[in-house]
């Protein structure tokens, strides 16, 4: 196949070359996001056999979030410079070199970087899978592929924590890195036999400054976050870390805003809409998504519930997510996108708030129908933000609209996994202070964070007033943080509601089949 092969290419040959490119590109897909999700429920399960302290579990979570969410734009600009297939494999290869790092850890530091080094790789995979579609399909068959593409992330949502729970059930928490082995192995092969590399000839140097400044105040900002409680919040170290973030993000707007060929695009939200999905979706993230991780410490860690059976209970909302753009898809064309996103969080908000209340004689069904109403709120929030964030920009500026809204995505699981940590972890330690008069509980709500009521049994040698203060203090905090991501999803719903309007959407006709860039090579 030569260079000039891609679009060109006629007969069954073709045809199946774009398509075992297509399995390729949803298989990458499925690994880095069932990644964000099958972890969840193995949280328990590494806690006690790597000893993880809470602040620990929410790095297990957020070294993978926050690599991730920090390089997407990074990649995509790499993917211009060097050909989307070769950062696409490279992703790939690395990402399948840190799961099997990450299964082979045997304490939560190495965990914890082998999870960066998974996002480095999975940014890698997240940044190129789109263009790579555009790349292989034109016409109907565009279609066609992005939406097996859609699908692919919809069913990585349901299915992780399933997967994640019968994974860590049968085999141990190390299984849920090491599947990632052979199919890693097989999509590099049929990568490298199937894929074109396309590179864009107008691509320049990549922005350092950018992702520097970004990165930087990302990560000062998520360290703030999740060592704030143990550090104290007046510490020089926090107020260092909290600041230094403020410093860097102003600076990285004043890189940008100079920039001829920026990473990230300030002047795509002069426009309402595009700076009202953005908040949406940055809220829906940090609000409902972050939330899962402590449902899950919830279902297993005072519940008592399996891995597996954790994931069970999380189907109601989980499936949903991947079930409701399919019968809900034929309303994209008759309402407005920013009444679809705005039902779609409101909901989800609503489902937040339906599952505040929990006491000590709850269990597990009465967080059922808040499930089912943010599983049905997810379902219709996750298309409207792909629909209005590549639809009220140019089409030339399509893919730096998509890894912009993947970063706020992203972006947002990381912050509200430390945020409401934070919350949840000072919530924890005044209600014990209160229960037991403890002078300094802060161990013993260390214990429980991370554990739940079988972790105080043991801190505490079993005694009973101590077991029975630690469930009701972890019950007090997980329904404050419910209260609370409530209140972040539903500010994502007025910035919908207000924000997206009719009018901001590009209306210029499209081509059917925009020109692809000259290949580089169809083989490396």
Not at 76 to 104: M, N, P, Q, W
Not at 344 to 373: F, K, N, P, Q, V
Not at 461 to 468: F, L, Y
């Amino acid at each position: 196949m030569g260079e000039s092969s891609i679009g060109t290419e006629a007969g069954g040959g073709g045809l199946a070359r774009r398509w075992w490119a297509l399995i390729a590109i949803c298989c990458g897909t499925f690994m880095l996001l069932v990644d964000v999700t099958i972890v969840q429920v193995a949280l328990p399960s590494i806690q006690r056999e790597l000893h993880a302290s809470f602040t620990n579990l929410q790095w297990v979570i957020d070294a993978y979030a926050l690599s991730l969410s920090a390089l997407i734009l990074t990649c995509g600009t790499l993917a211009d410079l060097l050909g989307r297939k070769r950062v696409f494999i490279a992703g790939l290869g690395l990402f399948t070199l840190a799961s099997l790092l990450c299964g082979l850890s045997g304490s939560s530091t190495l965990l914890i970087a082998a999870r960066g080094l998974q996002g480095f790789g999975g940014a890698a995979m997240f940044a190129t899978s789109l263009a790579l579609i555009a790349q292989e399909f034109q016409g109907p068959e565009r279609g066609t592929a992005i939406a097996a593409w859609g699908a692919t992330v919809g069913g990585a949502v349901a299915v992780g924590p399933l997967v994640g729970g019968a994974l860590t059930d049968a085999f141990g928490w190390q299984w849920i890195f090491f599947v990632n082995i052979p199919i890693g192995v097989a999509t590099i092969a049929i990568s490298l036999a199937r894929m074109v590399n396309v590179r864009d000839p107008g691509a320049e140097r990549l922005d350092w400054a950018g992702l520097i400044t970004f990165s930087g105040a990302l990560f000062l900002l998520i360290f703030g976050l999740l060592r704030g409680t143990d550090e104290g919040w007046g510490s020089a170290l926090i107020v260092s870390a909290l600041g230094g973030s403020v410093v860097l993000l102003a600076a990285f707007l004043v890189v940008e805003s100079r920039q001829e060929r920026p990473m990230f695009d300030l002047s795509l939200f002069s426009n309402r809409a595009f700076c009202g999905v953005s908040l949406a979706t940055f809220a829906i993230g940090a609000g409902m998504f972050a939330m899962f991780v402590y449902l899950t410490l919830y279902l297993q860690n005072v519940l008592g519930y399996s891995p597996l059976q954790g994931g069970l209970c999380l189907l109601p909302a989980t499936v949903l997510t991947f079930i409701v753009p399919l019968i809900t898809r034929r309303l994209s064309g008759r309402v407005a996108p920013g009444i679809l996103l705005g039902v779609g969080l409101g909901l989800t908000a609503l489902g937040l708030a339906l599952m505040h209340g929990l006491s000590t004689s709850s269990r597990w069904t009465a967080l059922l129908a808040g499930l089912l109403l943010s599983g049905m709120g997810i379902g219709l929030a996750n298309p409207a933000i792909a629909n209005i964030a590549l639809g009220v920009v140019p089409p030339e500026r399509s893919g730096m609209a998509s890894g912009i809204s993947n970063t706020f995505r992203i972006g947002g699981l990381a912050t509200g996994v430390a945020a409401l940590g934070a919350v949840f972890q000072h919530r924890l330690t005044v209600s014990l202070k209160g229960s037991l008069g403890a002078a300094d509980p802060a161990v013993l709500a260390k214990a429980v964070a991370s554990g739940g009521t079988r972790a105080a049994a043991g801190v505490a040698h079993g005694q009973k007033a101590v077991v029975s203060a630690s469930l009701h203090a972890f019950l007090s905090g997980l329904n404050e943080i419910l209260l609370i991501g409530a209140a972040v999803v539903a500010v994502g719903a007025l910035a919908a509601f207000t924000l997206v309007r009719a009018r901001d959407f590009y209306r210029r006709a499209l081509p059917e089949s925009p020109p692809a860039p000259a290949p580089e090579t169809a083989r490396v």
